[in-house]
């Protein structure tokens, strides 16, 4: 009688932990997602006019988006400490090498939350051979204006100064290739 309680009781546990562990990973999904669109919500999205930004860059210059109207700008926002961020810059190179004379890429640095300050964003720089502009958003000035919860985050802006799209994630080239060649 003990032994038939016992398995009993040992088989109910393992079809708990069985369904249990069926179960999570959806409910782990779904959070996910509901933390993704949650964030999406807030950002600015295709349609809405690019709000203007002014911040300096690693070499000591000074960018502001609307003296780039009448180009296509890729504004990505990044930080060294972020993997998937660091992920995406050899594509962001690729796309500035292919493309740069039809788009600037300005990739917006969350400054304010590097460890080791400007001296590590250059650095990395130097060490990813990056050659397109990296904007130092020190006071996330940028960050709050766009509205940015996760990074990586970019946002494909058409000559007119008008967001084309929005993502929030990495990139691939191939889908920065045809973004590009899709706001024509």
Same mark, same amino acid.
């Given at each position: 009688?003990?032994?038939?309680?016992?398995?009993?009781?040992?088989?109910?546990?393992?079809?708990?932990?069985?369904?249990?562990?069926?179960?999570?990973?959806?409910?782990?999904?779904?959070?996910?997602?509901?933390?993704?669109?949650? @964030?999406?919500?807030?950002?600015?999205? @295709?349609?809405?006019?690019?709000? /203007?930004?002014?911040?300096?860059?690693? $070499?000591?210059?000074?960018?502001?988006?609307?003296?780039?109207?009448?180009?296509?700008?890729?504004?990505?926002?990044? @930080?060294?400490?972020?993997?998937?961020?660091?992920?995406?810059?050899?594509?962001?190179?690729?796309?500035?090498?292919?493309?740069?004379?039809?788009?600037?890429?300005?990739?917006?640095?969350?400054?304010?939350?590097?460890? $080791?300050?400007?001296?590590?964003?250059?650095?990395?720089?130097?060490?990813?051979?990056?050659?397109?502009?990296?904007?130092?958003?020190?006071?996330?000035? @940028?960050?709050?204006?766009?509205?940015?919860?996760?990074?990586?985050?970019?946002?494909?802006?058409?000559? /007119?100064?008008?967001?084309?799209?929005?993502?929030?994630?990495?990139?691939?080239?191939?889908?920065?290739?045809?973004?590009?060649?899709?706001?024509?």
């Amino acid at each position: 009688m003990i032994k038939k309680v016992t398995a009993s009781i040992l088989l109910l546990t393992l079809i708990v932990v069985f369904i249990y562990n069926v179960t999570a990973p959806e409910q782990e999904n779904e959070m996910e997602q509901v933390a993704n669109e949650a @964030a999406s919500a807030n950002s600015l999205k @295709a349609g809405q006019a690019a709000p /203007d930004l002014s911040l300096p860059t690693l $070499d000591g210059k000074e960018i502001s988006l609307s003296e780039l109207k009448g180009k296509k700008v890729l504004l990505n926002f990044w @930080a060294t400490w972020c993997g998937p961020c660091k992920e995406e810059i050899p594509a962001l190179e690729k796309l500035h090498q292919e493309y740069g004379e039809e788009v600037e890429i300005l990739a917006v640095n969350a400054t304010a939350t590097e460890l $080791d300050g400007v001296e590590k964003v250059k650095s990395f720089k130097e060490q990813a051979n990056v050659s397109f502009s990296i904007l130092l958003d020190k006071e996330s000035s @940028a960050v709050e204006s766009y509205r940015v919860l996760n990074i990586p985050a970019s946002y494909f802006i058409g000559s /007119d100064g008008i967001i084309k799209q929005s993502i929030t994630g990495p990139m691939s080239y191939e889908f920065m290739e045809n973004t590009i060649k899709s706001m024509r």
